[in-house]
């Protein structure tokens, strides 16, 4: 099953929305998942059904903070098999390390990688790469997916737990007390993808759990049992014109040209996943023009540069595809939100 994920990662979701007073059946039954499926964590479905669930139990039960209530409430253990890997690393900078090696066996849907090169912490990223879905389509899974992330470095990591800065995603869509009530960083919303910035301290901390042969046990184990997916070719281009937006030119011909690639042969790969190029590179511009407008103060026109158009006008048009407003509208509009839930 494309972009599947294990039902584990709905761990303790029967009895999170029991207790606050849903239906969690007929939850289920609306998103054609069976119930039958929670009888065994390795069973899957489409992660498209899971981020529909969470959606609908958010309305259902009017909690608009559900994903990040469900995610503060799960531990390493939703990953399955990969969490004796993880839990028995040396550091938790070589347990993240694991996660990157064998998150496609939690969802061929997630992308884990991690950017080590400041000198104060380490930027941990993770995309959820679903052809129907964007990151701003699937608030509370997003939520949820930030919300978990922090219980499992803080599980690890004990004491020496701390992270300054959390990117996420999506837009905030109520009152800003309530998220940072959850966390202990700073959050920027609007971002391409969930970002957890882990310090220097938090990634060389030792694991309780450490133990060198148990944990080469397990990742041969995984190794053998789960060979690593093949990675779609929109992924990779996605992934890659993220990298490159603001410092290539980045065309088809020069995606082609990184790729070793014909251009005419990268799009007809790109047409049998469903996909093309344009397609790509204009969710990739849609977020980072999203996340300019709304986090940043560059004039309009440096904005079109950095996202490789040829000038302002055609940043109007594409916001007026995209959201129905101008650059200068959404601008407003997130700097008025923003204040007024400041200051509640």
Same mark, same amino acid.
């Given at each position: 099953?494309?972009?599947?994920?294990?039902?584990?990662?709905?761990?303790?979701?029967?009895?999170?929305?029991?207790?606050?007073?849903?239906?969690?059946?007929?939850?289920?039954?609306?998103?054609?998942? @069976?119930?039958? /499926?929670?009888?065994?964590?390795?069973?899957?479905?489409?992660?498209?059904?899971?981020?529909?669930?969470?959606?609908?139990?958010?309305?259902?039960?009017?909690?608009?903070?559900?994903?990040? &209530?469900?995610?503060?409430?799960?531990?390493?253990?939703?990953?399955?098999?990969?969490?004796?890997?993880?839990?028995? /690393?040396?550091?938790?900078?070589? /347990?993240?390390?694991?996660?990157?090696?064998?998150?496609?066996?939690?969802?061929?849907?997630?992308?884990?990688?991690?950017?080590?090169?400041?000198?104060? &912490?380490?930027?941990?990223?993770?995309?959820?790469?679903?052809?129907?879905?964007?990151?701003?389509?699937?608030?509370?899974?997003?939520?949820?997916?930030?919300?978990?992330?922090?219980?499992?470095?803080?599980?690890?990591?004990?004491?020496?737990?701390?992270?300054?800065?959390?990117?996420?995603?999506?837009?905030?869509?109520?009152?800003? @007390?309530? &998220? =940072?009530?959850?966390?202990?960083?700073?959050?920027?919303?609007?971002?391409?993808?969930?970002?957890?910035?882990?310090?220097?301290?938090?990634?060389?901390?030792?694991?309780?759990?450490?133990?060198?042969?148990?944990?080469?046990?397990?990742?041969?184990?995984?190794?053998?049992?789960?060979?690593?997916?093949? =990675?779609?070719?929109?992924?990779?281009?996605?992934?890659?014109?993220?990298?490159?937006?603001?410092?290539?030119?980045?065309?088809?011909?020069?995606?082609?040209?990184?790729?070793?690639?014909?251009?005419?042969?990268?799009?007809?790969?790109?047409?049998?996943?469903?996909?093309?190029?344009?397609?790509?590179?204009?969710?990739?511009?849609?977020?980072?023009?999203? &996340?300019?407008?709304?986090?940043?103060?560059?004039?309009?026109?440096?904005?079109?540069?950095?996202?490789?158009?040829?000038?302002?006008?055609?940043?109007?048009?594409?916001?007026?595809?995209?959201?129905?407003?101008?650059?200068?509208?959404?601008?407003?509009?997130?700097?008025?939100?923003?204040?007024?839930?400041?200051?509640?």
């Amino acid at each position: 099953m494309d972009n599947s994920v294990r039902i584990g990662g709905l761990n303790n979701y029967l009895d999170v929305v029991t207790r606050l007073g849903g239906n969690p059946e007929d939850l289920l039954d609306r998103c054609d998942i @069976p119930f039958e /499926a929670f009888e065994d964590e390795d069973n899957i479905i489409k992660y498209s059904q899971l981020a529909e669930l969470l959606e609908i139990t958010s309305q259902e039960l009017k909690k608009p903070d559900f994903g990040l &209530y469900l995610g503060t409430r799960q531990k390493v253990n939703i990953l399955g098999p990969v969490s004796i890997a993880i839990q028995t /690393a040396s550091t938790v900078g070589e /347990a993240m390390q694991c996660a990157a090696r064998f998150l496609h066996i939690q969802s061929s849907a997630l992308n884990y990688h991690m950017d080590e090169q400041h000198p104060d &912490y380490v930027r941990t990223i993770v995309d959820i790469n679903i052809p129907e879905l964007s990151h701003r389509q699937m608030p509370q899974n997003i939520d949820r997916c930030v919300a978990v992330g922090q219980e499992i470095w803080k599980q690890l990591s004990g004491d020496k737990f701390n992270i300054p800065k959390i990117e996420i995603p999506r837009e905030l869509s109520f009152p800003k @007390p309530m &998220y =940072e009530s959850y966390f202990d960083s700073d959050i920027e919303f609007n971002s391409e993808s969930i970002v957890w910035y882990i310090s220097r301290d938090t990634y060389e901390a030792p694991l309780p759990l450490s133990c060198k042969r148990l944990h080469e046990f397990a990742s041969h184990y995984l190794e053998e049992q789960f060979p690593g997916k093949n =990675e779609r070719l929109a992924v990779l281009v996605e992934r890659e014109l993220r990298k490159n937006l603001e410092v290539a030119d980045c065309t088809r011909e020069w995606m082609a040209n990184f790729l070793e690639l014909h251009p005419r042969t990268l799009q007809r790969l790109l047409t049998k996943e469903h996909s093309s190029f344009e397609e790509i590179r204009n969710k990739v511009r849609k977020e980072r023009v999203i &996340y300019y407008l709304c986090n940043t103060k560059l004039p309009f026109s440096q904005i079109a540069n950095l996202v490789g158009y040829s000038g302002q006008a055609a940043l109007s048009r594409s916001c007026q595809r995209w959201f129905s407003k101008s650059p200068r509208q959404i601008r407003g509009n997130s700097r008025s939100y923003m204040q007024s839930q400041n200051n509640q």
